[in-house]
């Protein structure tokens, strides 16, 4: 595995689909569902029945055509459960350096959970590839992602907990590398109607905002006026 491309596939695409189920088949349906709506990421987090197996499946039908994950990686063990079923990129929610170790040493990329400045820190120092900040939306949202990249602007973060479909340029605008997206995208009511055309939808619709946030912060840059120079 190659850690950089897939931190670039997943910043290219914009958006984390958070698989988060009552069943394996559910989300095995749900990935099939987003990825017709075309996204190419997804996170299965280890709360799903037998979510090994899943990542195991995704990752055999899938091979070089998406980026599978693992997400609520909780600790070490649980991290070599998801790397030997194929995982290629962890996501925890909060931060354990023996996390980001074990996938780096798999050849994986690391996404641990941060809040606190302290925490976002911490993780770069370990050598986290992004950054989750979890929950986003509880803190501020937006506002709150924008006040932690003030003073370090150099992470990429990844705001998830409460990302919508009509807050997704305020976090692109206030410099989020991507958006972790849960039950706005994967409704699991609709996965049980037999309804996965709606997934189909909603991953097309987060697209599309996606690269509208994209192309209007672009905007914003090129019409920024140039600091005038300072004299001596």
């Not at 055509?65 to 030997?84: E, F, H, Q, R």
Request: net charge neutral; aromatic share 4%.
């Amino acid at each position: 595995m190659n850690r950089a491309a897939i931190v670039k596939g997943i910043q290219v695409t914009g958006i984390v689909p958070v698989i988060r189920t009552s069943s394996a088949e559910l989300a095995l349906r749900a990935a099939s569902a987003l990825r017709e709506g075309g996204i190419d990421i997804f996170e299965v987090t280890m709360t799903v029945p037998d979510a090994a197996r899943v990542i195991e499946t995704l990752a055999a039908r899938l091979q070089n055509a998406a980026w599978i994950g693992a997400g609520s990686v909780l600790n070490a063990a649980m991290a070599k459960t998801c790397l030997d079923a194929g995982a290629q990129f962890l996501v925890a929610p909060g931060f354990d350096p023996a996390v980001v170790r074990a996938a780096h040493e798999a050849g994986a990329a690391a996404l641990p959970g941060a809040l606190t400045p302290s925490e976002v820190l911490a993780a770069r120092a370990a050598g986290a590839d992004m950054i989750k900040i979890f929950p986003c939306s509880a803190l501020g949202g937006a506002r709150y992602l924008r006040a932690l990249l003030a003073p370090i602007p150099d992470v990429a973060l990844l705001p998830t907990g409460g990302v919508t479909l009509d807050s997704v340029a305020e976090y692109f605008a206030a410099g989020a590398a991507a958006v972790g997206v849960g039950s706005e995208l994967v409704d699991e009511g609709a996965l049980k109607a037999g309804n996965e055309r709606l997934l189909v939808e909603r991953a097309r619709e987060f697209i599309s905002a996606v690269r509208a946030a994209r192309h209007a912060a672009s905007a914003r840059s090129r019409n920024t006026p140039s600091p005038p120079p300072t004299t001596t």
